[in-house]
C-alpha cells in the first residue's frame, strides 16, 4: 500500500480508492487491507474522514534524499555524499569481545570476534574512523588471506551473511585523544558518531560499528512526525 501510495501519483489530500476497489487490485482479504491501511493511518500517510473515506496525508509527500533511517554500507553511504571513498586497514585482529559487544552481537563472553579498524579518505582527505566487531565464527579463513579494505557489508555477504537492517545510535562528539595522536587527525575536528547493530533478515547480529563521521563532511536528512 505504500508503494501503491508513492507511486500512483497521489497527492496531499487526495482521495484514496475504495477498500474494494483495492482488495480486487492486490488480491488481499479485506481484513488484511484494513490492516495495512491501519498502520498507514497511524504513521500519518493517510488519513481518514468519516463517511466520506481516506486521503492521502501530507506525510507522503515530504521525502529526504539520504535519511537517517535507511540501511545501507558505510561504502556506499559515502558515495552518495558525492565521495570517491578509499579504505586505509589500520588494524586487524582477533580478540576477546568486550562485555557491551558480546552483549550486543549475542555471543558468549568466552567467544573470539574480529576488531577491524580503518579509516575512510576522500583523495587525501579523511572522511571517517571507523571500527568494526565481527564474530570470528562467521569468517572462516585466516584473517590476514582476507581483503579487508572493501565494503565490510559485501564481504560478509560473500561468506553468506546478508545484512539487512540495523539499530543505532547517535551523538556528536570528539574522536577519542588517543586515537587523534595515533592517526595524526588533529584537524579531524567534531565528529558526528554512529554506533550501529547490523543484523540479517532472520535477526542475527552480525556486526557491531563505531563510525566517527566529520563533521563538515556529511549531513543527514529524516522527517519527523
Request: net charge negative; aromatic share 8%; charged share 25%.
Amino acid at each position: 500500500m505504500a508503494a501503491f501510495i508513492a507511486n500512483g501519483g497521489f497527492k496531499a489530500g487526495d482521495k484514496l480508492p475504495t477498500e474494494a476497489a483495492l482488495t480486487a487490485k492486490y488480491g488481499v482479504s479485506r481484513t488484511a487491507l484494513r490492516e495495512a491501511l491501519k498502520l498507514l493511518e497511524q504513521n500519518g500517510t493517510i488519513y481518514v474522514h468519516h463517511g466520506k473515506g481516506r486521503y492521502v496525508g501530507g506525510i507522503a509527500e515530504l521525502k529526504v534524499e539520504r535519511p537517517i533511517t535507511l540501511f545501507e554500507s558505510v561504502t556506499a553511504l559515502t558515495r552518495g555524499n558525492g565521495y570517491d571513498p578509499t579504505n586505509k586497514v589500520l588494524s586487524i585482529a582477533e580478540q576477546q569481545a568486550p562485555a557491551h559487544i558480546s552483549e550486543a552481537l549475542k555471543i558468549a563472553p568466552s567467544d573470539r570476534v574480529l576488531r577491524l579498524e580503518r579509516i575512510r579518505m576522500h583523495r587525501d582527505d579523511v572522511l571517517m574512523y571507523c571500527v568494526d566487531y565481527v564474530p570470528r565464527q562467521l569468517i572462516n579463513d585466516k584473517i590476514y588471506d582476507v581483503e579487508w579494505s572493501g565494503s565490510l557489508i559485501a564481504l560478509l555477504e560473500s561468506y553468506g551473511h546478508k545484512a539487512t537492517m540495523s539499530s543505532a545510535t547517535a551523538a556528536a562528539v570528539m574522536l577519542p585523544d588517543d586515537v587523534v595522536a595515533a592517526n595524526n587527525l588533529e584537524e579531524f575536528g567534531p565528529a558526528f558518531r554512529i554506533v550501529e547493530t547490523v543484523y540479517t533478515a532472520a535477526g542475527e547480529p552480525i556486526v557491531y560499528a563505531e563510525d566517527y563521521h566529520r563533521g563538515d563532511a556529511f549531513e543527514f536528512s529524516f522527517v519527523r512526525s
